[in-house]
């Protein structure tokens, strides 16, 4: 499993935080994709324009490449009725998969999902057992189904896991996904692909620029809050990512050629910050990854990103902050409320060239 060196820094957990009113927390997507709002940082010249998503495509250049996560997220949160009590329902999140039939979940209440107890999902599309209980009590559970026809039954039953501060009804699930989605396994949107187009994408590679997958599955271990006052004793949660050598070769020669490397996203980003050498050269690879980034840390293979505005004192701050001045990207945030951009997984972006 991958993980970084320690930083020496003396940056506190409320370095990070920022007044946020509860009114500019996105409750449903933009009416199109790319007609949602772009802050658009330039880290040589301190500037910040304002313009809306479509104009993403203005400050690409030829020779660069785009780096996507093409993980899909799954109808993973799912309501289970104990096999012996019809009337006790059990709510679970599949967090992530840990064999063929077997997946680690959040269950709440916790205390109805002892051990041996089994769960009936749907009208019995799904029947689960809980075989284990893993760190922070969550429940490994074995399914009655794998591999694909674990997916096709979560379509019929599953929900998709929307984050808790989004409290209004996704009217159409598509909406949680990018339109390049394809490898089933995570429990959250990579939220920063979900301003693409077809059109848009289309245009982008008319212009001479690549856009190459990676994934990374999308578990909750990202968005977990910051317990300790001290940045570097948090622990980050792993999450699985591969990159191919098909991927890895394109981004290579891209750099070596003047291109920016630039990415759709934090987790995009520590998939490449993961892999990289010191020369910023990347390779073949799929392992666990528990990469924290914050303050300090010294980007090797990544030139750009792409990415929405982030929730107070959480890691995605800490990161973003790593790649810009942290005293500027919270004056960007601070002119973000003020201008009323919308925050969090359905709300507007902002590009750090």
Not at 38 to 67: A, C, W
Not at 273 to 298: N, R
Request: glycine fraction near 6%.
């Amino acid at each position: 499993m991958i993980t970084n060196e320690r930083i020496k820094t003396e940056l506190k957990k409320s370095d990070f935080f920022y007044d946020l009113p509860e009114e500019l927390i996105a409750q449903t997507p933009a009416e199109k994709r790319d007609c949602s709002r772009l802050m658009v940082l330039n880290r040589q010249t301190g500037s910040i324009e304002h313009k809306h998503f479509y104009d993403i495509i203005d400050y690409l250049n030829p020779n660069d490449v785009l780096v996507v996560n093409n993980s899909k997220v799954i109808p993973a949160r799912i309501f289970g009725t104990d096999a012996e009590k019809d009337d006790r329902v059990v709510e679970f999140l599949l967090l992530r998969r840990h064999g063929d039939r077997v997946w680690e979940t959040l269950v709440r209440p916790g205390k109805k999902a002892k051990i041996g107890k089994k769960f009936i999902f749907g009208d019995g599309e799904l029947v689960g057992e809980i075989t284990d209980i893993v760190e922070e009590g969550n429940r490994l559970i074995t399914f009655s189904l794998g591999g694909a026809e674990i997916y096709s039954a979560l379509e019929k039953i599953g929900n998709m896991p929307l984050p808790p501060y989004i409290t209004e009804k996704l009217e159409d699930k598509s909406r949680y996904q990018t339109v390049y989605a394809k490898t089933e396994g995570s429990a959250a949107a990579p939220t920063a692909g979900l301003h693409f187009t077809e059109e848009l994408l289309d245009r982008i590679k008319q212009k001479g620029i690549a856009i190459v997958p990676v994934m990374l599955h999308v578990g909750l271990g990202t968005f977990r809050p910051v317990k300790e006052d001290d940045v570097k004793d948090h622990v980050m949660h792993s999450e699985y990512f591969s990159i191919s050598k098909e991927s890895a070769d394109e981004i290579n020669r891209r750099k070596a050629n003047g291109g920016r490397v630039i990415c759709v996203g934090t987790t995009s980003c520590r998939v490449l910050e993961s892999v990289a050498k010191d020369d910023g050269t990347l390779s073949e690879m799929a392992d666990d990854t528990a990469i924290f980034i914050y303050p300090g840390y010294k980007f090797k293979a990544v030139d750009a990103l792409i990415t929405n505005f982030h929730l107070p004192e959480s890691t995605l701050l800490m990161l973003v902050s790593a790649l810009y001045n942290r005293e500027k990207m919270l004056e960007a945030y601070k002119t973000a409320v003020d201008e009323k951009y919308r925050f969090f997984s359905f709300g507007d972006a902002m590009f750090i060239e």
